[in-house]
T-cell receptor
Framework: GENVEQHPSTLSVQEGDSAVIKCTYSDSASNYFPWYKQELGKRPQLIIDIRSNVGEKKDQRIAVTLNKTAKHFSLHITETQPEDSAVYFCAASVGGNNRLAFGKGNQVVVIP | KAGVTQTPRYLIKTRGQQVTLSCSPISGHRSVSWYQQTPGQGLQFLFEYFSETQRNKGNFPGRFSGRQFSNSRSEMNVSTLELGDSALYLC???????????????FGEGSRLTVL
């Protein structure tokens, strides 16, 4: 299967707090896990990705962790700012194919 | 470098009609994927083309089809439109070459289709 589930569907955080979004996947052959951010009315853009040979990756205020055994990965945003408000999509590569299965998205709202 | 360009940006059709959407990838990108985005359903994969060949296909009915030209530009067609086809159709290109070389997708701004 190629299901990718995201939780929670909506997340509200106070500015400066941390936000964590979790995703689970079902395809044990998945080896690439990107996160895309889509601001209102704009196109999705890659913010960070991780491959299965790495457990954690960090880029300034965002980080992604991967647990291949449990088949889940998480996006961590620290010191949230109003511009972090957006829909975040996780995705996982499907089998050995050059395609991605996306989750349904998380609406993150940062409250000033 | 110019980004991914999709046309038209907005269109309105009635049930039973057909529609063709166009996507011009970033120069040098040979892989083009199409996604359907609807509220609450996220991004659902339609198909992917590489070097004029459909390399991957999602779980959409045969009314949804696509093609890719020698210059990597791609079109998708939806025939016999239904109300449920109303959505934002996103095209994405990537540098991916091999069948297993999943890389960053660069999305266009999408074509918003409304079916009345």
């Amino acid at each position: 299967g190629e299901n990718v589930e995201q939780h929670p569907s909506t997340l509200s955080v106070q500015e400066g707090d941390s936000a964590v979004i979790k995703c689970t996947y079902s395809d044990s052959a998945s080896n690439y896990f990107p996160w895309y951010k889509q601001e209102l009315g704009k196109r999705p853009q890659l913010i960070i990705d991780i491959r299965s040979n790495v457990g954690e990756k960090k880029d300034q205020r965002i980080a992604v962790t991967l647990n291949k055994t449990a088949k889940h990965f998480s996006l961590h945003i620290t010191e949230t700012q109003p511009e972090d408000s957006a829909v975040y999509f996780c995705a996982a590569s499907v089998g050995g194919n050059n395609r991605l299965a996306f989750g349904k998205g998380n609406q993150v709202v940062v409250i000033p | 470098k110019a980004g991914v360009t999709q046309t038209p940006r907005y269109l309105i059709k009635t049930r039973g009609q057909q529609v063709t959407l166009s996507c011009s990838p970033i120069s040098g990108h040979r892989s083009v994927s199409w996604y359907q985005q609807t509220p609450g359903q996220g991004l659902q994969f339609l198909f992917e083309y590489f070097s004029e060949t459909q390399r991957n296909k999602g779980n959409f009915p045969g009314r949804f089809s696509g093609r890719q030209f020698s210059n990597s530009r791609s079109e998708m067609n939806v025939s016999t439109l239904e109300l449920g086809d109303s959505a934002l159709y996103l095209c994405a290109s990537s540098l991916s070459s091999g069948a297993t070389n999943t890389g960053e997708l660069f999305f266009g701004e999408g074509s918003r289709l409304t079916v009345l």
